[in-house]
């Protein structure tokens, strides 16, 4: 392809302390992804598919190697700049949805916009048709503490979309929903995909889902597997 990179990792390698003495949980891992594409992560539980998604949205400067998120390296960053990049560009949906109990379902979803001064007709507007694209303008004034997994789960979706990201980082989108449900996140993914040419990256255990995607990267063990 003839355009930059969105993201590019070289050489990446992630090493922890446990009990045990350091454990490499990355080692030497090189790809790029480009505008619009679709990738899926795969790879067993442990193999290092959320701590790779987490460095890539800029969430964990500590690696060795080198990941450029936009051209720019993220563990040169201060934490300040980071959350700038990430702020308008990135969207992240996390394996534990992290919605905030005390807000409704729509105050969760517009919350983004809250932060980055940006709440006006129009992006009410749009949150407000979001919500019915998930299936929940019902539940628009619950509390998020008081609707389910798969709600919230969309929910976290929604509002990981809000600022229309240039890239959406998924860690399991569908990990707790039913088929049907499963397969409505995963259809308005790909319409966001198309509709605004936001970059996808998402973790799944779905072989049907990641045969939708544009590409695959599999870890075993830390590895990248070609
Ligand atoms: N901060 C940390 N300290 C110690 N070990 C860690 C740390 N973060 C991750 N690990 C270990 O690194 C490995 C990879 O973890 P990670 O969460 O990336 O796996 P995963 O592929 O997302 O698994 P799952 O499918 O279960 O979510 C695991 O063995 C985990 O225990
Ligand atoms: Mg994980």
Redesign the pocket.
């Known amino acids: 392809m003839l355009n930059n990179p969105l993201v590019e990792v070289k050489h990446l390698q992630k090493t ?1 302390s ?1 009990h045990s003495g350091l ?1 490499k ?1 990355l080692s030497d891992i090189n790809f790029a992804i480009y505008t619009k594409e679709t990738i899926a992560i795969l ?1 067993a ?8 998604l987490s460095i890539m949205a800029g969430l964990d400067p500590e690696y060795e190697g080198s990941v450029h998120l936009f051209g720019q390296e993220l563990k040169d960053l201060s934490e300040d700049q980071r959350s700038a990049l990430r702020k308008n560009d990135v969207g992240f949906v996390f ?1 534990s949805f992290l919605l905030i109990p005390e807000l409704s379902a729509f105050q969760n979803i517009c919350l983004p916009l809250e932060i980055s001064g940006n709440i006006n007709p129009q992006t009410l507007e749009f949150a407000k048709s979001l919500l019915t694209r998930i299936g929940l303008s019902e539940r628009a004034n619950h509390f998020s503490n008081t609707l389910s997994g798969g709600e919230q789960q969309r929910i976290a979706l929604a509002r990981a979309f809000i600022s229309k990201p240039k890239i959406l980082f998924l860690d399991e989108p569908t990990g707790s929903l039913d088929t049907e449900n499963g397969k409505r996140v995963i259809e308005l993914l790909f319409e966001l995909n198309q509709d605004f040419d936001t970059t996808i990256v998402m ?1 799944t255990h779905d072989t049907e889902v990641s045969q939708q995607c544009d590409r695959v990267l599999t ?1 075993k063990a830390g590895s990248l597997v070609l």
Do not use: F, P, T
């Open positions: 922890v446990a454990i949980i790879g539980s442990g193999s290092g598919k959320s701590s790779l394996q973790v870890l």
